[in-house]
């Protein structure tokens, strides 16, 4: 039954995600054609203030309403209320900060920028809590349905004015357009409105204080990196790497948030049986695994073809941090399922001391990768900190259930071994093909294809006979061999 719940919720939330994240990739596509890198650069500042100001107040509230094994009408009023004052007060704050971050920068554009995102806090703090009703009980299409739209909503307005204006300020108010849209349609979803209402507040507190010094610390580790790039090698570099990171940021959308949202529902649920939630998470990083490490690396092997047709010759630098990204990504998101479960099951101060450890080491980092390689030092800071993170939170998963390293390790080990292999494959057969990045669309699509098709084929071959090897265990071969035997038989 948990399981059917759990196939069915990711089902939907990927199909949303996916669909939502294409709008969000056609979006950035069409302004990196009509807007300059340095565009890109003013707006990442304006969203890593954004990030700052809202990690400082943040209360994580839909997250507690789920982790609660009853919420009453109470706890909803609540979580609402948090929400709209923690909004208001992020409003401000950017509203307070604008100045000081352009200064900052030394492009004093950043000020204006800031101040129009400030309604993106606002509008989001006025989210309807009951809507996450639906989440609790798994339901994940209506929420599928709003990711849709608030993004529909937002390519449409930041073209528009993209196009009426080559003009920068088609980004902050196409993310505010997302954001109204976003909100409404909780409203229309799920009309039943909450009351102002602080009765509750203790129980949130008690969990989200920790989870919400987490994203301080988070929201502290990616603001140092936009700030350091920013300052150190200029809004021209800082654009490239919103750009590059904007790849890696739709990867962890779509493959990250629709298993991260039901495995934490899961977990919340069984929360009580710690033998059953041990047997879940294995078998979820496990499948996790097989997909996040070979599409995540595949992308990073082929980031200058995907580049190369998707913006042109004059992204070429994003084309590196791509590379870069990608993988390191992968490691944030075999880490975010760990962090999931040791949050659903009531441990996130475990979780903030090793985020504050990450982003404080994330600074020399940065600082010394900077100094001696540039940008793509600091893409090496960026790995490193990845790796150390996710590190950390097998770690902190063994304190909290017993489990150990090794078997955690062990779950990843033929999706591992079989990404390495995929790599080895695709750098060869590279180093074989005529042309490159740069000769021409249809050339580069066609050193595109047979990259991606040979570090396929080579990544399931491996995997498929490393798990001959192993005598057959249950895991997603078995399931796929299940899956495609079932199909062959009922056509």
């Not at 929400?83 to 900060?97: D, E, H, P, Q, T």
């Not at 629709?258 to 009580?272: G, K, N, V, Y």
Request: with cysteine.
């Amino acid at each position: 039954m948990l399981r059917s719940k759990i196939l069915k919720g990711m089902s939907w939330l990927l199909a949303g995600r996916l669909t939502s994240n294409l709008l969000g990739l056609a979006s950035t596509l069409i302004a990196a054609r009509l807007l300059m890198p340095e565009d890109f650069g003013l707006m990442a500042i304006g969203l890593g203030v954004f990030a700052v100001a809202g990690a400082v107040v943040d209360l994580p509230v839909g997250a507690a309403l789920v982790q609660m094994k009853n919420a009453s009408k109470a706890d909803f009023d609540t979580a609402w209320t948090i929400n709209l004052v923690r909004g208001a007060i992020v409003s401000a704050l950017m509203l307070l900060a604008a100045w000081p971050a352009a200064f900052l920068i030394g492009d004093m554009r950043a000020a204006g920028l800031v101040a129009a995102l400030a309604a993106y806090p606002l509008l989001t703090g006025l989210r309807n809590a009951w809507f996450e009703q639906y989440i609790r009980d798994m339901d994940f299409r209506r929420e599928a349905l709003v990711d849709v739209l608030s993004k529909l909503a937002s390519l449409v307005v930041m073209v528009w004015i993209a196009w009426a204006t080559r003009s920068y300020w088609a980004l902050p108010f196409g993310v505010v357009a997302g954001a109204f849209i976003s909100t409404l349609m909780t409203y229309v979803l799920r009309p039943q409105l909450p009351a102002f209402s602080l009765q509750s507040f203790r129980k949130f507190f008690n969990f989200s204080i920790w989870v919400g010094l987490g994203s301080v610390a988070d929201s502290f580790r990616d603001a140092t990196t936009t700030f350091f790039i920013g300052r150190l090698l200029g809004n021209a570099k800082l654009g490239f790497f919103a750009i590059g990171s904007q790849f890696g940021e739709r990867l962890e959308l779509v493959l990250y948030a629709p298993l991260e949202r039901t495995l934490f529902a899961a977990f919340s649920s069984i929360q009580d049986d710690l033998e059953r939630v041990r047997v879940a998470y294995l078998r979820g990083i496990h499948a996790a695994a097989a997909i996040i490490l070979p599409v995540c690396l595949g992308i990073g092997l082929i980031a200058n073809e995907l580049i190369a047709l998707a913006l042109g010759p004059n992204w070429s630098e994003a084309a590196l941090v791509l590379a870069f990204i990608a993988p390191a990504t992968a490691l944030y998101l075999l880490a975010g399922l760990s962090n999931s479960l040791t949050n659903a099951l009531g441990h996130p101060k475990a979780l903030f001391r090793y985020k504050l450890i990450s982003a404080l080491l994330n600074v020399p980092a940065l600082a010394l990768g900077i100094s001696y390689m540039g940008l793509t030092g600091a893409l090496w800071a960026c790995v490193f900190t990845a790796f150390g993170w996710y590190l950390f939170s097998v770690h902190v998963a063994a304190q909290v259930t017993g489990l150990t390293r090794l078997a955690q390790f062990s779950v990843i080990g033929r999706s591992l071994a079989s990404s390495l292999v995929m790599a080895a494959a695709v750098w060869g057969v590279r180093g074989l093909l005529p042309g490159g990045p740069g000769e021409g669309v249809w050339e580069t699509l066609a050193d595109a294809a047979i990259l991606a098709s040979t570090g396929a084929a080579a990544y399931a071959a491996c995997h498929l006979t490393l798990w001959q090897f192993a005598n057959r265990p249950q895991g997603i071969e078995a399931m796929l061999l299940a899956f495609l035997t079932s199909r062959f038989a009922r056509d």
